[in-house]
Structure formats: C-alpha cells, structure tokens
C-alpha cells in the first residue's frame, strides 16, 4: 500500500533542535510536492513548509530562518530540520506529499508526530 510514515518527534527544551522524517513507500510513480503541516491543540492546521520536485521551498513566517525542509528524492523521503525550538512551536506535525500512483495522482498524509518544545 501507499503510505507516508513520519519519524523524528519528542519532547526536547526551548532552544533545542529536532529532526522530522518522512518516508513514501509502495508503487510510487513520481512525487510532486512535499510539505509539513502543524495542528496545535485548539488551533487550525497551518502549512510550515513546501518543497517542490524542483527543490523551490516555502515557510512560514514563524519559522524562517530556524526551520529548513529538504528532500532525497532517491529515498522518497522528506526532512524537516527544527532549529531553536520555542514553546509556541508545541505542535503535532504532519507530512504531506501529492504521489502519482496507477490510480492518479492525489496528496497523502503521515500520521502525524508529537513535537513539544518545553520551556
């Protein structure tokens, strides 16, 4: 079956880093767009990340210049390197990639990972 698994949450202090894994696996025709979502508790999903095939990246505001998203296309995995964790970035964090199978091409969804940045 196609699937993304994530990898990489924990609890860690403010101002420690963390790295965020995401895998693709199954028959896996190409992969478009990867991304990382956050939902914290009473809060709407929010996109943090992008990566296109072509390696253009996007962030959101409260994270540039402390988190960086990168890509292995050869692995089919994504990577979300969190920087000077803050308490506001508590948060479960989703992977998301738009895959094109025999069936066509629609986004996938990780199952989510606890990240909390303790003060």
């Known amino acids: 079956q196609v699937q993304l698994v994530e990898s990489g949450g924990g609890l860690v202090q403010a101002g420690e880093s963390l790295r965020l894994s995401c895998t693709a696996s199954?028959?896996?025709?190409?992969?478009?767009?990867m991304c990382w979502y956050r939902q914290a508790p009473g809060k709407q999903r929010e996109l943090v990340a992008s990566i296109t095939s072509g390696g253009w990246r996007n962030y959101a505001d409260s994270v540039k210049g402390r988190f960086t998203i990168s890509r292995d296309n050869a692995k089919k995995m994504a990577f979300l390197q969190m920087n000077s964790l803050k308490p506001e970035d508590t948060a479960v964090y989703f992977c998301?990639?738009?895959?094109?199978?025999?069936?066509?091409?629609?986004?996938?969804w990780g199952q989510g990972t606890q990240v909390t940045g303790s003060s």
């Open positions: 998301k990639a738009d895959l094109s199978t025999g069936s066509g091409s629609r986004p996938y």
């Open positions: 199954g028959s896996i025709f190409s992969i478009s767009a």
